[in-house]
Nanobody
């Protein structure tokens, strides 16, 4: 049974940092492409970052490039999103997800992801 448990959200000041965790059960994290998405109130869910399977290649949305880092701890079967230099516009519910298309790619399309975590709220104050 595939499950993703996102955690680590909270309240941060602009310029601060948070680290999100996505603990996975039911499969091994380095066998799949995993992404982080976010959804702000009144907006569509958007891709933030993703990481490939064993190669560990990464992709970032332009809005977070240079501030966020995605990485994986295989021993803990967990994918992280380190968020630095936070901005008020980073406020959103953050979700982790597993890409389930036949030919995985570094994708920020929600349709490419078949399993989703429950989301964790990130609020950045100005």
């Amino acid at each position: 049974d595939v499950q993703l448990q996102a955690s680590g959200g909270g309240l941060a000041e602009a310029g601060g940092s948070l680290r999100l965790s996505c603990r996975v059960t039911g499969f091994t994290v380095d066998d799949y492409y995993i992404g982080w998405f976010r959804q702000a109130p009144g907006k569509e869910r958007e891709g933030v970052s993703c990481i490939t399977d064993s190669a560990g290649n990464t992709h970032y949305a332009d809005s977070v490039k240079g501030r966020f880092t995605i990485f994986r701890d295989n021993a803990k079967n967990t994918v992280y999103l380190q968020m630095n230099s936070l901005k008020p516009e980073d406020t959103a519910v953050y979700y982790c997800a597993v890409e389930t298309v036949d030919r995985p790619r570094l994708s920020d399309l929600t349709a490419d992801y078949g399993y989703w975590g429950q989301g964790t709220q990130v609020t950045v104050s100005s």
